[in-house]
């Protein structure tokens, strides 16, 4: 498991600030990754939120996609999501609740999990 700061070793002035960092964001992901069976995280220009898009509407699984900004935009945002799932790029999958990881991840999962 990764190491995090320990809440004690955190100030709670500090700690209220990270909880409330984008928190309607992550709320909204949680939210899709609960309701929903495969759930892609992602970001406009980036080729491997599209190629993981692309894998999935070939093998015809329905997933939801939720998009934040692109490079230059709402990072923010995705900053908060990566802080919450502790994954440090896009796209982040997910499947039946479980974080997969990105494009490379969800082409193994399917190589183990399709045969």
Do not use: C
């Not at 015809?60 to 900004?69: A, C, D, F, M, V």
């Not at 990566?82 to 991840?105: A, E």
């Amino acid at each position: 498991m990764r190491q995090t700061l320990a809440n004690d070793k955190i100030d709670s002035k500090a700690a209220k600030y990270i909880e409330n960092y984008h928190a309607e964001v992550v709320k909204e992901v949680i939210s899709a990754v609960e309701k929903n069976e495969i759930v892609v995280v992602g970001m406009k220009q980036n080729p491997f939120v599209g190629k993981a898009r692309k894998l999935l509407d070939e093998k015809n699984k329905h997933y939801t996609y939720l998009e934040y900004g692109s490079y230059l935009s709402q990072w923010k945002q995705r900053l908060a999501i990566k802080l919450w799932s502790g994954w440090p790029t896009y796209p982040q999958i997910f499947i039946k609740g479980k974080l997969v990881g990105g494009y490379n991840d969800l082409l193994t999962y399917f190589e183990i999990n399709q045969k």
